[in-house]
């Protein structure tokens, strides 16, 4: 096998004689233009630009000329030389503009399949944004970019860096693997502790749903969050912004960037740091314990080394500190639902702390052949978080936790690609993968154990009674391949195929015992689309999903020793509408899931035993089936009325779940709806952006989210209501500057973030 695979990766190439790669950056006089049309003249070979305005395209070596257009501007023809890249600026078309009374939504490129190419093109679920919409909407991190997706739902409860987020159905699990890949810059982030990262000096964002393992690896079992930054530019640029909010938050980003070497080598500098008291109450320590400080920086060098080898080196760093373990409790009982907002308090008389710090670094070197492009991706990623405070929530010093959830994450990637053509009837990438990562729980708990004998008070003197100490070590190998085929001009057929092996230890030093394990999953993915007319795209797909399983503290009657790996089976049909000259989108999609066993995380309180011990467990066999809309209408120059709507139905085939509570309780949960997935969601919202004159610019938005019950636990004892949130943001920009206004949740509406129903 690797003797063929050797062979092949040497021979394609070879066949490639006859071609070159030439690159470059369209833009205009206000930055860069997004799906502008590179062409070659007399000829049917193209491409368009991605997000930054970048293009790479394989052309004959006959070829003299290129042509470019982006409507309201004029076309520009530009002659080919040696050079193998061009930086291109087009100017407006004043007429044109004037004779195109209202633009519609074209020109959107994401690269949810690793390559960029028109959104409405992709057979799959995509959600993407542009920097400008980042920009007028106030996206500062995934859970105000979460709000706007169907089916999507983000929550980060109160300590640092604890993230749960559910797609369709598959929901986050604490203290295990994310269901959705989070990759910034084609690179994939292992530690869903920083998932929820600050935003800042972004190009684009989306978020495609379904599995997508072929593309991002093991734990794309939901979907994958995709984001680029701004990359390092052969021109020099600066931006600083800052702002006020309500807890005494204040906020500053900047970002500059520019050639150290003209047309060699570039820099870009980004920053965020913001600071805050906090908004939450608690009414023992009489203070705010939400509070939040968190800087990251992040530099990038960008070094055209020749005309066909480019390399860049990236460096990201985050520091931030938080209020941890702040729940509430009702102060009329302890037996009270998750609707029950009116005696709700805060009196933990510890004040909660937590913190995160990441460190990031990537090299990607970037080949270019004839017709195809080698990329080598090497990545080492470290994320340490803490937390500390109360854990009987009451204004005795009785109980307190101390948690550290560590990580050391190595990757490296080698992928083959073709070139991104618009002639070729084939496109395909072919790659391998490793990598190493260390996963550090340890946890504990302490008492004041004066509290449960005479004088029954508390002595002052702090004892441990629970602990967790362990790692767990997960080593990965994959390899993969993913191909699109166009049949015809209208029909095409893409096909994926990912093997990952895993090889999983534990080192338990609370129990000094050494288990292990290997998983293993073919992960096949299969597309099929029909441009039904030149507006309308019809597919259909097939995909495998795959999130790795892992070992808990210990056997417990919640759980075992281990939990094992989770697959799917989705199945998803779509249709995609681009009419009106595309002033109206109108995206529809219907899928179902089949779960071999779904992953529930437990949390084990059993006074008679002092344990204290979380850990996960699996359901041999669950479903999950939906619908998702997305719409768009550009009434007008000056307004666009927006909606989406998400249903997601999820059930547990079979299993039991077993509590302790004195004695031990089985419960069949069969037929019971599954944890923390809203039943349902919706956004309306309502965008302006419009120039008032030649200088003064518009922008204004009003969005209203919904989000349907949430069952707690998977017996649906508990569960919350619907909720809806109303946010609005309204903004004037002048030439070089801007000022903007918001506000969250600004009805004061109250919902529950995260509940536990257990004695």
Do not use: C
């Not at 496109?427 to 004041?448: C, M, N, S, V």
């Not at 790692?471 to 057929?493: E, P, R, W």
């Not at 179902?592 to 066999?621: E, M, R, S, T, V």
């Not at 003064?696 to 019950?709: C, I, M, Q, Y």
């Amino acid at each position: 096998m690797i003797k063929k695979l050797t062979l092949l990766l040497v021979f394609i190439p070879a066949i490639m004689l006859g071609q070159r790669v030439v690159k470059g950056n369209i833009k205009s006089t206000d930055g860069p233009l997004p799906g502008a049309t590179i062409g070659v003249k007399e000829s049917n070979q193209g491409t368009v630009t991605d997000f930054n305005g970048n293009f790479e395209l394989s052309v004959s070596e006959k070829a003299t000329t290129l042509v470019i257009s982006f409507i309201g501007y004029y076309t520009k023809e530009i002659q080919l030389t040696q050079e193998n890249n061009y930086q291109i600026t087009l100017e407006a078309n004043a007429q044109e503009l004037k004779e195109v009374m209202v633009q519609g939504f074209s020109g959107v490129i994401g690269q949810a399949r690793r390559r960029a190419e028109s959104v409405q093109s992709i057979p799959e679920s995509v959600v993407t944004l542009t920097s400008k919409e980042i920009e007028n909407k106030g996206i500062v991190n995934v859970q105000t970019f979460a709000d706007q997706i169907p089916n999507v739902n983000f929550t980060s409860s109160q300590n640092i860096g604890n993230n749960f987020i559910t797609v369709r159905g598959i929901s986050h699990i604490r203290n295990g693997e994310s269901p959705i890949a989070f990759v910034i810059d084609g690179v994939t982030l292992p530690d869903a502790n920083l998932i929820n990262q600050e935003l800042f000096d972004v190009a684009m964002i989306e978020i495609v749903k379904g599995p997508q393992g072929a593309l991002y690896g093991k734990n794309a079992i939901a979907g994958a969050i995709n984001i680029v930054t701004n990359q390092p530019t052969n021109n020099f640029s600066s931006k600083l912004s800052t702002g006020f909010a309500s807890g005494n938050l204040y906020k500053a980003q900047l970002s500059s960037s520019g050639p150290l070497v003209k047309d060699k080598l570039f820099y870009r500098i980004s920053g965020s740091y913001k600071k805050g008291d906090g908004v939450i109450k608690n009414t023992t320590l009489n203070k705010p314990v939400d509070f939040i400080e968190d800087l990251t920086f992040r530099g990038q060098l960008k070094a055209n080394l020749t005309d066909k080898v480019t390399a860049i080196l990236t460096g990201q760093s985050i520091d931030a500190k938080a209020g941890a373990v702040y729940y509430a409790s009702n102060s009329v009982s302890a037996d009270f639902s998750p609707d029950d907002f009116k005696n709700l308090v805060i009196i933990g008389d510890q004040f909660g702390k937590s913190g995160l710090k990441g460190t990031y670094g990537n090299l990607k070197l970037d080949i270019a052949f004839d017709k195809t492009k080698l990329t080598s991706s090497t990545t080492y990623n470290k994320g340490d978080r803490f937390h500390q405070g109360d854990l009987d929530f009451s204004p005795a010093d009785v109980l307190r936790q101390y948690q550290d959830s560590n990580s050391k994450t190595f990757n490296q990637e080698i992928k083959l690609s073709s070139a991104n053509d618009s002639n070729s009837k084939v496109t395909w990438d072919l790659g391998a993968f490793y990598q190493k990562t260390d996963k550090l729980i340890y946890l504990i708990a302490t008492a004041d154990f004066g509290f449960f004998a005479p004088p029954y008070a508390p002595s002052g003197i702090q004892s441990d009674f629970a602990e967790s100490d362990f790692t767990n070590i997960y080593s990965t190998f994959a390899g993969f391949g993913f191909l699109d085929y166009k049949v015809s001009d209208k029909f095409t057929i893409s096909a994926g195929l990912r093997y990952d092996n895993d090889n999983i230890k534990q080192d338990n030093r609370t129990l000094n015992t050494n288990p292990s394990k290997t998983d293993s999953q073919l992960q096949p993915k299969l597309s099929l689309s029909l441009k039904a007319t030149d507006n309308v795209l019809m597919y259909t797909n097939y995909g495998r999903g795959y999130r790795s399983g892992g070992f808990n503290q210990a056997t417990t009657v919640r759980f075992g020793e281990g939990y094992d790996a989770e697959i799917t089976d989705n199945y998803e049909f779509g249709i995609k509408n681009s009419l009106w000259n595309d002033r109206l989108i109108l995206n529809m999609a219907t899928y179902y899931i089949n779960f071999k066993n779904q992953q529930l995380y437990a949390l084990l309180i059993d006074g008679g035993a002092g344990n204290i011990l979380i850990g996960n467990f699996n359901l041999p066999k669950s479903e999950s089936y939906g619908f998702e809309l997305d719409f768009k209408l550009r009434t007008s120059n000056y307004l666009d009325i927006l909606a989406s709507y998400g249903l997601s139905k999820s059930k547990i085939l079979e299993g039991t779940s077993t509590y302790s509570i004195g004695a031990n309780d089985v419960i069949d949960v069969a037929g019971k709806n599954t944890p923390l997935i809203p039943q349902n969601s919706f956004v309306l919202g309502l965008e302006s952006n419009f120039n008032i004159s030649e200088k003064v610019a518009f922008n204004g938005n009003l969005t209203l989210k919904g989000t349907g019950e949430i069952y707690w636990h998977e017996d649906n004892a508990a569960v919350s209501s619907a909720y809806n949130l109303l946010n609005a943001r309204f903004g004037v920009s002048f030439n070089k500057f801007s000022i903007n206004v918001w506000g969250s949740n600004i009805l004061d509406t109250g919902y529950i973030t995260e509940f536990f129903d257990q004695p």
